[in-house]
């Protein structure tokens, strides 16, 4: 079996930002972070100052700790998926509980249909039942015993059994040489059939 190592990572380039409205910021904030601060506390200190106004003066500095913890560990990158940070990854997730799971159809120029979706609810409905019961919150969780399952009236699932294929650099360099050879043979009849 061949193994090979991947460097991608390791040339992951960060942009900083060393200065910002004359301010010298030193070694410089990554951008991502500032990014997500310039969103963040305008939404949070807008949101509090509707909802409730202004602070009091001593507890200042205990309103700056969530959009502060917010925009600090979601601006890491995720664990999971090192291409994306934080914050996007758990956008993913709240998406994913809003809506369940939506199939990719056409690349998404094609709609998922209404009958394939479940709602996150009535899944956790299914491995706990006692949410059913809760006073509020109960009709979330039900469904109606007259409507068919969403998930099962698309029809059976479809069993794939995919064949695992390794091709070492020298298969993959005869294919490259086959495909040149071809891509010469159009680019040269190409003129040709123009002319007529």
């Known amino acids: 079996m061949r193994t090979s190592s991947t460097y991608t990572r390791h040339w992951d380039i960060e942009t900083r ?6 301010l010298d910021l030193g070694e410089g904030l990554p ?7 310039a969103v963040i506390f305008p939404a949070w200190w807008g949101l509090w100052l509707l909802l409730i106004g202004f602070p009091p003066q001593p507890a200042i500095p205990l309103f700056l700790l969530p959009p502060l913890g917010l925009t600090y560990f979601g601006a890491k990158r995720s ?33 998922a249909p209404k009958t394939g979706l479940r709602l996150r609810a009535q899944r956790l409905a299914e491995r706990a039942p006692q949410l059913r019961e809760m006073p509020v919150f109960g009709s979330l969780f039900t469904t109606d015993a007259d ?7 698309c029809g059976p699932p479809a069993h794939l ?13 005869k294919a490259r040489a086959r495909t040149a050879k071809k891509h010469r043979r159009t680019a040269r009849s190409a003129p040709r059939s123009a002319e007529k």
């Open 17 to 22: 930002q060393h200065e910002l409205l004359g």
């Open 79 to 111: 664990t999971a998926y090192w291409r994306r940070t934080n914050l996007l990854m758990w956008g993913v997730r709240l998406n994913y509980l809003h809506q369940g799971l939506k199939p990719v159809i056409g690349r998404g120029r094609i709609p």
């Open 31 to 37: 951008r991502t972070t500032l990014k997500y601060g």
């Open 161 to 173: 059994r995919p064949r695992l294929r390794m091709y070492g650099p020298d298969r993959v360099a």
């Open 147 to 153: 409507t068919p399952d969403a998930a099962e009236s």
